[in-house]
């Protein structure tokens, strides 16, 4: 699952416009318009989920800056976009690369001066 913000939404956009315009790029498991609690107006921005990494990069390229219920939405990623696998393989090499690593304690840094 990869989430994007979407940002400048127009008053009028409901969680529905959001859900259409992003399906064109793939499978949206959720999208919303956050809303003023008090008021229920649109806070101009919301979140969009979709299923995979490469589809939430081809809605990001190619509806970020596109006008949408007469406004021009920003879309950018929400958090960094890593499959499980590239964590996996990050923390493994965090593990070698601190394995690998000569650690010199305090003693040993007084000694040597």
Do not use: C
């Not at 921005?45 to 299923?51: C, E, H, I, P, R």
Request: hydrophobic share 45%; no cysteine; aromatic share 6%.
């Amino acid at each position: 699952m990869s989430k994007v913000y979407v940002g400048n939404l127009s008053w009028n956009t409901t969680d529905d416009t959001l859900r259409d315009a992003f399906s064109a790029f793939g499978n949206v498991t959720d999208s919303i318009v956050m809303r003023d609690r008090d008021t229920g107006r649109s806070r101009g921005f919301g979140f969009v989920t979709l299923s995979s990494v490469s589809e939430a990069e081809a809605a990001i390229s190619n509806l970020n800056d596109q006008d949408l219920d007469g406004r021009r939405i920003r879309v950018n990623w929400l958090t960094l976009p890593l499959e499980p696998e590239v964590v996996v393989v990050a923390a493994a090499v965090v593990v070698v690369a601190m394995a690998a690593a000569e650690v010199v304690t305090a003693e040993e840094a007084e000694v040597s001066h």
